[in-house]
């Protein structure tokens, strides 16, 4: 029996997406056997294994993510030349699978996510919300939003816009610490700290003339869990000033030493390969440059 190659290649998707031959299967209406001799046919033309195999666990091999990250684009890409010959525009459509930092739980993002949808409706978001770098390829991410001072060496990236950070501190805190008016004054205060970058107790970043050591009292990777517990005056708290703009105006948090400590960091848009790049990508980064982002 002849395979067709392309239903392969959209099989072989279907499963590094999935990481389960059974799930594939169902999704495509396949029996399970004929699911793995389409992924056998593609390994026998690379010649290569394309999947770790286990009773429990399937997983891409190195060579299967180097074949996922060229042949995925070129799908979608068919998917959308296919679109345009029987139609005049082509609407961005699918399953947008987007890694995103936590402090965008946040409503401002909603509200854009939702303005998104609502100019593009046939386009799915599909939103996961973790501090660890992913990796786009193995996991099925279309595109991932991050925070960096440097990116790896060979990463995709289009930057986006900088993100400032500010100092702040609830009312009923500074009445029991005091004000810092200086840098130094930090020194032995009670942080609510990011995790990644401050579980030292320490906080040192460009521009400053001078670690601040601090007493991280609660620590997370979760910057909306600390928002919350700095508007608890657990503590100060080091933030995206996006996420904290409503609390500054309405007084439930206080921006400290605005002249002396203003560092920021690009955001940038990851994605795993620069050409063939989707409509439900493309549109929704131009839609992010287009806010302001």
Do not use: C
Not at 28 to 42: D, I, N
Not at 64 to 77: D, F, N, Q
């Amino acid at each position: 029996m002849t395979m067709d190659t392309l239903a392969s290649l959209r099989i072989f998707v279907a499963v590094a997406e999935l990481k389960s031959f059974a799930a594939a299967a169902e999704r495509l209406r396949l029996s399970p056997a004929m699911t793995t001799k389409h992924v056998q046919h593609l390994e026998a033309r690379v010649g290569a294994r394309l999947f770790q195999r286990t009773s429990r666990k399937v997983s891409l091999t190195e060579a299967g993510a180097l074949y996922l990250a060229e042949v995925r684009p070129m799908l979608e890409g068919l998917a959308e030349a296919e679109a345009r010959i029987g139609a005049a525009t082509l609407e961005p459509r699918g399953t947008l699978r987007m890694s995103l930092p936590v402090w965008m739980a946040h409503p401002r993002f909603v509200r854009l996510f939702a303005a998104y949808r609502a100019r593009y409706p046939q386009v799915r978001l599909d939103l996961h919300l973790d501090g660890r770098a992913v990796n786009l390829v193995e996991e099925g991410f279309d595109l991932a939003l991050r925070i960096t001072r440097s990116l790896d060496e060979g990463v995709i990236a289009r930057t986006l816009a900088p993100i400032a950070f500010v100092l702040v501190a609830a009312p009923a805190l500074l009445a029991r610490t005091g004000r810092p008016e200086r840098l130094a004054d930090l020194d032995g205060l009670p942080f609510v700290a990011y995790a990644p970058m401050m579980a030292s107790g320490r906080l040192a970043l460009p521009g400053m003339d001078a670690e601040v050591r601090f007493d991280p009292v609660v620590l997370s990777g979760n910057e909306t869990l600390l928002l919350m517990a700095a508007r608890e005056g657990l503590g100060f708290a080091f933030v995206p000033r996006v996420i904290v703009e409503d609390d500054l105006a309405a007084g439930t948090l206080e921006h400290l030493l605005p002249t002396t400590l203003t560092p920021s960091a690009p955001l940038y848009a990851i994605y795993p390969n620069r050409t063939h790049l989707p409509a439900k990508v493309r549109t929704f980064l131009d839609f992010l440059v287009e806010e302001g982002w």
